[in-house]
């Protein structure tokens, strides 16, 4: 039975920087494309970030993020991080971490293993 768990959330202030973890077991982790989605309240889940399974094949950033945002993964601790920096207001949202036995997509219903989410605030 595979097990997502994201942790590091919290409350910031703008400018200040988060690092989410999230550590996936019951699956053979390299061989998962693992994701980063966020939902803030009223909108609809969208892909933060993916990184592609065995070493990290292929990274990808929603085009807003990029440069603030950087995405890893640490196949030998099942774990893949997530440090966003600068963070805004707007970045506000439960984060969640998604795993996919497949190439990286943008589309939350091609992931099948989710996480329960942890959620940032950033205060102004």
């Known amino acids: 039975q595979v097990q997502v768990v994201e942790s590091g959330g919290g409350l910031v202030q703008a400018g200040e920087s988060l690092r989410l973890s999230c550590t996936a077991s019951?699956?053979?982790?390299?061989?998962?494309?693992m994701a980063w989605f966020r939902q803030a309240p009223g909108k609809e889940r969208e892909r933060v970030s993916c990184?592609?399974?065995?070493?990290?094949?292929?990274?990808f950033y929603r085009d807003s993020l990029e440069g603030r945002f950087t995405i890893s993964r640490d196949n030998a601790k099942n774990t893949v991080y997530l440090q966003m920096n600068s963070l805004r207001p707007e970045d506000t949202a439960m984060y969640y971490c998604?795993?996919?036995?497949?190439?990286?997509?943008?589309?939350?219903?091609?992931?099948?293993?989710w996480g329960q989410g942890t959620q940032v605030t950033v205060s102004s």
């Open positions: 998604a795993a996919r036995r497949d190439l990286c997509s943008r589309t939350p219903l091609d992931y099948v293993d």
């Open positions: 990184i592609g399974r065995d070493r990290g094949r292929g990274t």
């Open positions: 019951g699956l053979t982790f390299g061989d998962y494309a």
